[in-house]
């Protein structure tokens, strides 16, 4: 099993959709949890930071942290065609090496 | 945000020669920057984690002497790959931690790494 586990899609919905994106992890002891937005080529785009469990929203973005269910979650609301790209969950226990582990990121398609 | 830039973003070389990557952070000091390895469409895979001033941290399964990290300042690391194959091919992007920050890091824009 891995540590982090993220549907890869293909996700597909209408422009104005709101979007929910998913990771499911396993270790009790990451505290921190992130969302990136990756574009074909580029490098990861930070769009999200969470510390341990609750809600964060952002503009049109909404992260949620329920480290009971070790479950996390990124909202889109009124996705738009520039959503398009790759969702990548990250997470982290923290401490001195602060090592990400990464889910295998989610491919958005938003269609005009 | 803080900013991370990687210099050259495309690089074709031989096989059997030696390539080097830079990774700065613009608008912040890192004391700890992070080298990762993405093969398309899969996820990131960590390589190694780059500390100011001291040697690399390398993850299992990754040659050390085959990938060079030297992090000479708090602005700077560099990878380099050593004598290169074709299997060695693949978008190498780095990370920087901002200091006094727990948890979050920032990525440079990947280097595209072609071995002929």
């Known amino acids: 099993q891995k540590e982090v586990e993220q549907d890869p899609g293909p996700l597909s919905v209408p422009e104005g959709a709101i979007v929910s994106l998913n990771c499911t992890y396993s270790?009790?002891?990451?505290?921190?949890f992130m969302w990136y937005r990756q574009y074909s080529r580029k490098g990861p785009e930070l769009l999200m930071y969470?510390?341990?469990?609750g809600n964060k929203e952002d503009g049109r973005f909404t992260a949620q942290v329920d480290k009971s269910s070790k479950y996390i979650s990124l909202f889109i609301r009124d996705s738009q065609p520039s959503d398009s790209a790759t969702y990548l969950c990250?997470?982290?226990?923290?401490?001195?090496?602060?090592?990400?582990?990464f889910g295998t990121g989610t491919l958005l398609a938003v269609q005009p | 945000g803080a900013v991370v830039s990687q210099h050259p973003s495309r690089v074709i070389c031989k096989s059997g020669t030696s390539v080097k990557i830079e990774c700065r952070s613009l608008?912040?000091?890192?004391?700890?920057m992070f080298w990762y390895r993405q093969f398309p469409k899969q996820s990131l895979m960590l390589m190694a984690t780059s500390n100011e001033g001291s040697k690399a941290t390398y993850e299992q399964g990754v040659e050390k002497d085959k990938f060079l990290i030297n992090h000479a300042s708090l602005t700077l690391s560099t990878l380099t790959v050593t004598s290169a194959h074709p299997e060695d091919s693949s978008f190498y992007i780095c990370?920087?931690?901002?200091?006094?920050?727990?948890?979050?890091?920032?990525f440079g824009p990947g280097t595209r790494l072609t071995v002929t």
């Open positions: 990250a997470m982290s226990e923290g401490g001195a090496t602060n090592k990400l582990i």
């Open positions: 969470t510390y341990s469990s």
């Open positions: 270790n009790s002891a990451f505290q921190y």
């Open positions: 990370s920087a931690r901002p200091p006094r920050v727990a948890g979050e890091q920032y």
């Open positions: 608008d912040f000091q890192a004391t700890t």
